[in-house]
């Protein structure tokens, strides 16, 4: 597993990693993660709380929180090379600015797009439409 | 006219307020609290554990 062999490359003393399990089914969570491998802790409750607070849309999403607490780095993907660049940096104390920019999530256009955004995108069709119509 | 135009504006003001989907806290920001129970039975508090070590958080959902 990616993650397992990443915070290998870290001491336990410093970093500390854990998985959030936005289903919030332990039985299941514990299957899953047992299928691919996977011992990192892993919260697997609160779930709609966690989700509001960090207005999480799309999964899975990287959070890098620098010791105080305060986020170092944050990006909509598990990129293994990204995320070890923003742990160095955040060990290190390197301001968030020099850590890579966050890459777009992969998939649909429409994981792009907040809900807003896709109303506002039906709001210009109808615009159009409407255009059109009156010819 | 005035109905398609206040339509555009509104898409404009809409989309502008959106933001991106993926929206997480901005690098700065003190992160938001994340208490849970593992899958171990134990309780975690990231206040607690950042106090004196960086913290990964891998945020995923099986389906």
């Known amino acids: 597993m990616q993650l397992q062999q990443l915070m290998g490359e870290f ?15 332990q039985a299941e969570s514990r299957r899953v993660l047992e299928s691919l491998k996977v011992t990192l802790p892993t919260v697997w409750d609160n779930a709609q709380a966690i ?16 010791k105080g607490g305060i986020v170092h780095f944050a990006v909509p993907a598990y990129e293994q090379a ?15 600015a020099d850590t890579p920019p966050a890459q777009p999530p992969s998939g649909s256009a429409w994981r792009w797009l907040g809900p807003a955004a896709g109303v506002a995108l039906f709001a210009l069709l109808g615009a159009v439409l409407y255009l059109i119509r009156k010819g | 006219m005035r109905r398609v135009l206040a339509s555009f504006c509104i898409a404009i003001v809409l989309a502008a307020l959106a933001g991106p989907a993926w929206a ?32 990964v958080l891998f945020f995923w959902q099986h389906t």
């Open chain 2, 24 to 55: 997480v806290p901005s690098a700065g920001q003190p992160a938001p609290p994340l208490k849970g129970t593992l899958v171990t039975g134990e309780q975690f508090d990231l206040a607690t554990v950042a106090k004196d070590k960086v913290v």
């Open chain 1, 51 to 66: 989700i509001r607070a960090y207005s999480l849309r799309v999964t899975p999403s990287t959070v890098v929180v620098r």
């Open chain 1, 82 to 96: 990204v995320i070890r660049q923003a742990i160095r940096g955040a060990l290190e104390g390197t301001p968030a």
């Open chain 1, 11 to 25: 001491s336990d003393a410093e970093v500390a990693a854990v998985t959030v399990d936005l289903v919030n089914r």
